[in-house]
């Protein structure tokens, strides 16, 4: 007995199932299985750039530096002379206040003196090589016995002191804005002292022992420490005296102009 055959109908359906089932069994395994994944790796972090220092510069009217130049009346004489030892500096007071308020610069005709006026023009000798410069005196040292100027890196050039770093010479104050025996703000500097706690001790000291004078105590440039003593009145004579008193063991004292 033969099996009837199925229907077209049937084998329509069988087929649609068919299809249906292998639909769903591909959805099934996409659905399940594992997608690789692209490991994310983070941008590197950024590194912060320094920011450009701005170069230190003098403010406005207090540059020109060495191209200022210093100059004197023809058949001009010298109105005070001595002899001694030169030195000069430069870093780390480039760029700094100088004690006429003004910035100091290296590169100009500039000196420092303890006792003449701010101001003064002076003509400085090597009594060595006889190379002569004008320079201006801006600011007071040098700090060190037995020196009687400290030169600017362009006077030290000129005057063949930068090489040897000192030399013998002839300082003569050809003008000066004030006179050079009388008046004056006078002070007496003490030290250095390579502490702070030296440096106040002494000042602990002064001010017990001069009750009248303004003593201030105060770092420089190149780290050591300072003690000033302000005389009252300003008076030289008083000044004189304190600065033959009084003697430490860290450094010098030094009779100081301070106008």
């Known amino acids: 007995m033969n099996a009837r055959r199925p229907s077209r109908r049937t084998a329509a359906f069988r087929l649609l199932c068919l299809l249906l089932l292998l639909s769903l069994g591909s959805a099934f395994l996409t659905g399940c299985g594992h997608k690789p994944t692209q490991a994310q790796v983070p941008p590197p972090p950024s590194i912060p750039q320094e920011k450009e220092k701005p170069a230190v510069t003098p403010p406005p009217g207090e540059t020109a530096g060495q191209n200022q130049k210093i100059e ?3 058949g ?8 001694g030892m030169a030195s000069w500096y430069g870093a780390p007071y ?6 006429n308020g003004e910035v100091y610069d290296m590169n100009a005709m500039t000196a420092a003196h303890l006792t003449l006026p701010l101001g003064s023009i002076v003509r400085i ?5 006889g190379n002569s410069a004008l320079v201006r005196i801006t600011d007071r040292g040098p700090f060190v016995e037995g020196r009687i100027v400290d030169l600017s890196l362009a006077a030290a050039k000129a005057l063949d002191v930068f090489l040897p770093g000192t030399a013998k010479v002839r300082l003569e104050v050809m003008q000066a804005p004030a006179s050079l025996a009388t008046g004056g703000r006078w002070a007496v500097q003490i030290g250095s002292f390579t502490g ?15 009750q009248t004078a303004q003593v201030l ?15 009252l009145d300003d008076d030289r004579q008083r000044a004189t005296a304190l600065a033959r008193e009084e003697e430490t063991p860290e450094g010098a004292v030094f009779l100081v102009r301070l106008d």
Do not use: D
């Open 125 to 129: 000798t090597n009594l060595k090589t």
């Open 217 to 231: 105590k105060f770092r420089s440039p190149v780290g050591v420490w300072w003690v000033r003593v302000r005389v």
């Open 76 to 83: 001009a004489k010298p109105i005070f002379e001595e002899t």
């Open 94 to 99: 480039h760029n700094r206040r100088g004690s």
């Open 196 to 210: 702070e706690k030296a440096a106040a001790n002494m000042a602990e000291h002064l001010q017990k022992r001069y």
């Open 72 to 74: 004197i009346p023809a």
